[in-house]
C-alpha cells in the first residue's frame, strides 16, 4: 500500500489549495488520517488530523484557516487551505493508520509529499 498526494503548487499569499491523499489500493480500514509538513531546514511537524468519527484538530498557525476533511467510502483525506501564508511553504505529507487486508492490526504510512510553495 501507498498514500497517494495531489494538489500542491505555488499560490500567491491570500490564495488557496486543495490537497488530497489516497491509498493506492484497497484497505480493509483506515483510522486517524493526518497531515504534516516539513519547511527548509525545519523539522517536520504536526498540521492536522482527523479520526474516524470526524474529530479534528489543528496545528494553532493553521486553525481558521485550514480544513481537514475525509471521504470514508473513498479512503481519502482532504486539507482545504485558504488565505494562504510565506510561513505555509513546505513540503506537505499525508499519513494514515491503514488495516490491510489479511492484517490484525493497522499500521503507520506516509505519502510521497507535495510541494506547496506561497510566494508573497
Known amino acids: 500500500v501507498q498514500l497517494q498526494a495531489s494538489g500542491g503548487g505555488l499560490v500567491q499569499a491570500g490564495g488557496s489549495l486543495r490537497l488530497s491523499c489516497a491509498p493506492s489500493t484497497s484497505v480493509s480500514s483506515i483510522n486517524i488520517m493526518a497531515w504534516y509538513r516539513q519547511a527548509p531546514g525545519k523539522q517536520r511537524e504536526f498540521v492536522a488530523g482527523?479520526?474516524?468519527?470526524?474529530?479534528?484538530n489543528y496545528i494553532n498557525s493553521v486553525e481558521g484557516r485550514f480544513t481537514i476533511s475525509r471521504d470514508n467510502a473513498e479512503n481519502t483525506i482532504y486539507l482545504q487551505m485558504n488565505n494562504l501564508e510565506p510561513e505555509d511553504t513546505a513540503v506537505y505529507y499525508c499519513?494514515?493508520?491503514?488495516?490491510?487486508?489479511?492484517?490484525?492490526?493497522?499500521?503507520?504510512?506516509w505519502g510521497q509529499g507535495t510541494l506547496v510553495t506561497v510566494s508573497s
Open positions: 499519513n494514515a493508520r491503514i488495516q490491510q487486508w489479511g492484517r490484525a492490526t493497522h499500521s503507520d504510512f
Open positions: 482527523l479520526t474516524r468519527s470526524n474529530k479534528a
